[in-house]
């Protein structure tokens, strides 16, 4: 049975099971909440932190998680394997990105229900 994983920067959902990291459940479900870089461990695109929950990791590189942010939940998302639901927040590089992204998209679904919304009374 599959943990849920919620995305608090986008409030997107998905299912991960422990033996995958939830950077790779995220993308084999096509989503996109978290960015994505090397996969390795290496480039601290992915970087999360863990908000709730609990999880393991697996070895990344010290140069983008010091052991205080591991210590505090910020982990890599291609490095970190759930046992039990988790609330994550992007906290990587391109968090920018992923929140914009959020904004446009909220904008749009605004406007588009409001245009959708006025009837046309041009003659």
């Given at each position: 049975?599959?943990?849920?994983?919620?995305?608090?920067?986008?409030?997107?959902?998905?299912?991960?099971?422990?033996?995958?990291?939830?950077?790779?459940?995220?993308?084999?479900?096509?989503?996109?909440?978290?960015?994505?870089?090397?996969?390795?461990?290496?480039?601290?695109?992915?970087?999360?932190?863990?908000?709730?929950?609990?999880?393991?990791?697996?070895?990344?590189?010290?140069?983008?998680?010091?052991?205080?942010?591991?210590?505090?939940?910020?982990?890599?998302?291609?490095?970190?394997?759930?046992?039990?639901?988790l609330?994550?927040?992007?906290?990587?590089?391109?968090?920018?990105?992923?929140?914009?992204?959020?904004?446009?998209?909220?904008?749009?679904?605004?406007?588009?229900?409001?245009?959708?919304s006025?009837?046309?009374?041009?003659?």
């Amino acid at each position: 049975m599959p943990y849920e994983i919620l995305i608090t920067n986008t409030g997107e959902t998905f299912g991960c099971g422990g033996e995958e990291s939830v950077l790779a459940a995220m993308e084999r479900l096509r989503r996109k909440g978290i960015p994505v870089g090397c996969r390795n461990g290496g480039c601290g695109v992915c970087k999360v932190e863990v908000v709730d929950g609990q999880f393991t990791t697996r070895k990344m590189s010290r140069a983008v998680v010091s052991m205080e942010e591991e210590a505090r939940g910020c982990v890599l998302a291609c490095k970190v394997y759930p046992r039990s639901d988790l609330r994550i927040t992007v906290v990587g590089k391109m968090v920018r990105a992923i929140e914009a992204q959020q904004g446009m998209a909220s904008f749009a679904l605004g406007f588009a229900a409001t245009a959708a919304s006025q009837p046309d009374t041009e003659s």
